[in-house]
Nanobody, 126 residues
Framework: VQLQAFGGGLVQTGGPLRLSCAAAGRSVRTTRNNGMGWFRQEPGKEREFVATINWNGGGTYYAESVKGRFTISRDNAKDTVYLQMNSLKPEDTAVYYC?????????????????WGQGTLVTVSS
């Protein structure tokens, strides 16, 4: 499965931004049966969990640092997962990665994910 994340950019503190992650390429496999997640990584730091969603959208889970500001959702008909980010802060600045889990459920653990997108940079100016 090839994943493509896009939608990153420069935004002012307090502003919104929506990231998208789509399965793409010639692969016949899709992510409709996979839990999906968003992670982020700052230079020199480990990749950290942001949000995850089950295969059918029935369950979501967020990192404490983004709870109440970010919303993860998915449209399986489009094979796409979204991350709506509101009230952005400078500390949200990072490269954001989407990933497809090995399982139908989502997870906060990096090791649970089998496929990763290339990342999209989000920069929040103060």
């Amino acid at each position: 499965v090839q994943l493509q994340a896009f939608g990153g950019g420069l935004v002012q503190t307090g502003g919104p931004l929506r990231l998208s992650c789509a399965a793409a390429g010639r692969s016949v496999r899709t992510t409709r049966n996979n839990g999906m997640g968003w992670f982020r990584q700052e230079p020199g730091k480990e990749r950290e969990f942001v949000a995850t969603i089950n295969w059918n959208g029935g369950g979501t889970y967020y990192a404490e640092s983004v709870k109440g500001r970010f919303t993860i959702s998915r449209d399986n008909a489009k094979d796409t997962v979204y991350l709506q980010m509101n009230s952005l802060k400078p500390e949200d600045t990072a490269v954001y990665y989407c990933a497809a889990s090995r399982y139908a459920t989502g997870s906060s653990q990096v090791g649970a994910y089998q496929y990763w997108g290339q990342g999209t940079l989000v920069t929040v100016s103060s």
